[in-house]
């Protein structure tokens, strides 16, 4: 296994949905966005996620809506 990490979302369903039309696989567990690294993920594939965590940052605030 790997390193699990829960960040808090302000809209866990449409940050989860942007990063699955993404091919990034991701959970909500209450407010937070779950990702889960394992042995098989890349330096590159890990970059991929900050990216879209980034380019989607304004989901993660609290109140957040899907515009």
Same mark, same amino acid.
């Given at each position: $296994?790997?390193?699990?990490? =829960?960040?808090? /979302? ?12 993404? @091919?990034?696989?991701? /959970? ?7 990702? /889960?690294?394992?042995?098989?993920n890349?330096? @590159?594939?890990?970059?991929? =996620? ?5 380019? @989607?940052?304004?989901? $993660?605030?609290?109140?957040? @809506?899907?515009?």
């Open positions: $296994m790997g390193p699990l990490v =829960v960040l808090q /979302s302000g809209n866990v369903e449409a940050i989860i949905e942007r990063l699955a039309a993404e @091919n990034v696989i991701c /959970s909500g567990r209450h407010d937070g966005l779950r990702i /889960s690294f394992h042995v098989h890349t330096r @590159n594939g890990v970059g991929t =996620v900050l990216e879209l965590l980034k380019k @989607n940052r304004k989901l $993660m605030e609290p109140g957040a @809506n899907a515009a």
